[in-house]
């Protein structure tokens, strides 16, 4: 009985840390913690314009490499749109 217990624990575990890594990576490359980017939208967007391009990111955030604005220009348009910023906040568990 207590092996049994034993091994159904062991297959719990095994699945909860299988599921918890995916493989899904939202960067191709490593990013900064994430936490230090942790901004609203509007905050961002100086002109109003509805995206974020290098410069207002950079005067938000001026210890950013331009690595880190591109990794969150997922459709590689020279800006960070809303959709792309709440991805990247939902991806790593950033308030709204």
């Known amino acids: 009985m207590k092996k049994c217990?034993?091994?159904?624990?062991?297959?719990?575990?095994?699945?909860?840390?299988?599921?918890?890594?995916?493989?899904?990576?939202?960067?191709?490359?490593?990013?900064?913690?994430?936490?230090?980017?942790?901004?609203?939208?509007d905050d961002?967007?100086?002109?109003?314009d509805g995206s974020v391009n290098w410069s207002e990111f950079k005067r938000h955030f001026p210890e950013a490499a331009p690595e880190v604005f591109m990794e969150l220009d997922i459709n590689d348009d020279a800006v960070v749109d809303h959709d792309e910023w709440h991805k990247f906040k939902e991806a790593h568990g950033l308030e709204k």
Do not use: E, R
């Open 44 to 48: 961002l967007d100086k002109n109003g």
């Open 5 to 41: 217990v034993a091994l159904t624990a062991a297959i719990l575990a095994a699945g909860l840390v299988i599921s918890c890594q995916s493989g899904k990576q939202y960067h191709k490359t490593d990013m900064p913690d994430p936490a230090a980017f942790d901004a609203h939208f």
